[in-house]
């Protein structure tokens, strides 16, 4: 009956050992430690303990990860972009051919249907009569968040670019499922634009959802991250 | 022209619960479970605010044998007037509902 509490508490005091050598080094460093195995040690239901050796393990690290500023650096930031970038030309991409198409600006889709197997536009024409305009708004919308998302991590205003970006995201799931909802009660197939590039297809290769989800968690790792002179918690 | 440092809920929550008995050592468990903030938002909020000054800490001395000593935190006299002054603008800003809402 004494095993399992014994057991919890001896992992809530290695937790909190590892959250205390975890802590980035500083004059401080040792106190802290200290503190969180000690209040890990005072808290005397076994679950509770437990659970704030969990919060202490996360403190350490995202301390550690803070202090150590790789987030936030030019080349990060840059890479960020031009993922987003992407991002927004996917999102654009359906729309800007349907357009084209119906306004009769055949070079432009035959340009853009160099991203088509077969380089041929020709399958696309069913899904462009098919996809109503709501469905492109929501893409146009998505879009427009992200180049906004870009353009406030391009300015340093990291608060805002990671609940833009991601306001973004949800809507771009919402229109990749109407899409579907809409292309299948249509009784047609999907056509998949493939990149132009050997990186864009490389890109493709993943799994569509890992990049944004990807963008996301760094957009947040910069959003959480307080400058020393601040008191962004 | 300074502006000032924009400030989280949960910091904002941290310093009320603080204020609200400026005088008293507080533990880290207590103050997680009066704000509602867990381990590991709060070391983070405690550690700033006494890397600028505004928390003071010291460890007590259990009072049953056996227990660990244990880190007790308040604010430091800057420490209260940034906290007064930081929860008075959001009473000010905000209608008592909302405000009241943003701090617990």
Not at chain 1, 105 to 117: D, E, K, S, T
Not at chain 2, 71 to 92: F, K, M
Request: proline share 7%.
């Amino acid at each position: 009956m004494t095993t399992r509490p014994g057991l919890v508490r001896r992992l809530a005091r290695a937790l909190a050992g590892h959250a205390g050598r975890v802590l980035p080094p500083s004059p401080a460093k040792d106190e802290w430690a200290a503190a969180m195995r000690q209040e890990t040690e005072a808290i005397e239901n076994g679950g509770a303990s437990l659970r704030w050796a969990l919060g202490c393990v996360y403190a350490g690290y995202a301390e550690r990860i803070e202090a150590m500023a790789i987030v936030d650096t030019v080349a990060v930031r840059g890479l960020l972009v031009f993922f987003i970038a992407l991002q927004v030309s996917s999102c654009f991409f359906a729309t800007v051919i349907t357009v084209a198409y119906k306004t009769g600006h055949m070079g432009i889709v035959r340009a853009m249907a160099g991203q088509m197997p077969g380089d041929d536009y020709h399958p696309v024409i069913p899904l462009m009569n098919a996809i109503p305009w709501w469905v492109h708004a929501l893409w146009v919308s998505a879009g427009i968040l992200y180049l906004f998302a870009a353009g406030f991590l391009f300015t340093r205003r990291r608060g805002i670019a990671f609940p833009v970006f991601t306001a973004g995201f949800a809507l771009t799931m919402i229109a990749k499922l109407s899409n579907i909802v809409v292309i299948a009660d249509a009784g047609l197939q999907p056509v998949v634009a493939r990149s132009g590039t050997a990186i864009g297809r490389m890109i493709q290769a993943i799994p569509e959802f890992i990049l944004p989800l990807a963008i996301i968690l760094v957009l947040w790792l910069m959003w959480r991250t307080r400058p020393s002179t601040g008191l962004l918690a | 022209m300074s502006r000032t440092p924009n400030i989280s809920r949960q910091t904002l929550s941290l310093l009320a619960a603080l204020l609200d008995a400026p005088e008293a050592w507080r533990h880290g468990y207590d103050l997680s479970k009066e704000t509602g903030l867990k381990s590991g938002t709060l070391y983070p909020i405690l550690m700033r605010l006494s890397d600028q000054g505004l928390l003071e800490s010291r460890w007590e001395e259990p009072e049953q044998r056996g227990r660990p000593p244990r880190h007790a935190y308040r604010l430091t006299p800057n420490g209260r007037a940034y906290a007064r002054e930081r929860v008075s603008r959001l009473s000010d800003a905000a209608p008592p509902a909302r405000a009241a809402r943003a701090v617990t």
